[in-house]
């Protein structure tokens, strides 16, 4: 899937800072890799977790939940197994200091300065402020109220669900790790962004999240929003050469869902 390109701008830059070579991905080998991630959470969302429902006790929506709770960390896992496989498949070691660089988990480099960490870091925060005013923006398509976390949480069953359930609480917890550290950022901004110059030149991080958006077949009516996500987190992870830009923008929202949920169990 990989391919050798003429040296970008991009991976000039990059082979000025890092020893670690990142090969460039030609076009199938992107959207192969995107299809590993999408196709497996379609099919556990869609057609798994309607047949765990049935198993799963409850009053309203909570098998529903209980089942996408469950199908969708498995999904999730599944990314970070297939990022690290696709990393030792390139680098031929797990080695942090060689996935460190591999996936751009180093700390953001100022374009301007050439300054990495420090200050660098406050541009965390006007970006989580948009990603999240990005989010009310276009909540447009409402989503299946059988799969609508947020009004299960309002509902009196909801809360009868989680009041005391420590492990339920534990399982959304790892979801959420999944989901914004080490699964769909890791793998979308660390692994797949840094591969896409070679195919898409300077507009890669606009492929990535028109690709980022399409991934999210097991929640459609999330789309809109996750197209503006890319100037919040994939354009920031490209500008700043740190995939941490983007989970960390990412993750803002899980840690004030952990919290808010947290209220409900104890």
């Not at 898409?200 to 991934?215: E, K, Q, S, T």
């Amino acid at each position: 899937m990989s391919v050798t390109y003429p040296l970008t701008a991009t991976a000039r830059y990059d082979a000025a800072v890092s020893s670690v070579e990142i090969q460039q991905l030609r076009i199938r080998g992107i959207l192969a890799v995107w299809a590993a991630a999408a196709l497996p959470m379609a099919v556990l969302a869609w057609l798994v977790a309607p047949v765990l429902a049935d198993r799963f006790t409850g009053d309203g929506h909570v098998p529903m939940a209980k089942a996408l709770i469950v199908s969708l960390t498995i999904g999730m896992v599944w990314q970070f197994i297939l990022v690290a496989t696709l990393v030792r498949r390139e680098q031929r070691t797990l080695r942090w200091s060689t996935v460190r660089e591999a996936l751009w988990l180093r700390s953001p480099r100022s374009p301007r300065s050439g300054r990495s960490g420090g200050r660098v870091w406050l541009v965390v925060i006007p970006l989580i402020v948009g990603f999240t005013a990005a989010q009310e923006l276009v909540a447009i398509v409402a989503s299946p109220e059988n799969r609508d976390f947020a009004t299960l949480l309002e509902s009196d069953v909801g809360k009868a669900f989680l009041d005391g359930a420590f492990g339920w609480y534990g399982l959304i917890l790892a979801m959420f790790l999944f989901n914004t550290v080490l699964g769909e950022e890791l793998l979308f901004r660390g692994y797949l962004l840094p591969r896409m110059n070679g195919a898409f030149g300077r507009r890669d991080w606009v492929a990535n999240g028109l690709l980022f958006a399409g991934y999210h077949l097991h929640v459609p009516w999330a789309i809109p929003g996750t197209l503006l996500e890319m100037f919040t987190t994939a354009y920031p992870t490209k500008r700043y050469r740190s995939a941490w830009i983007g989970i960390a923008v990412h993750s803002a929202q899980s840690v004030f869902l952990g919290i808010l949920i947290l209220t409900l169990v104890v």
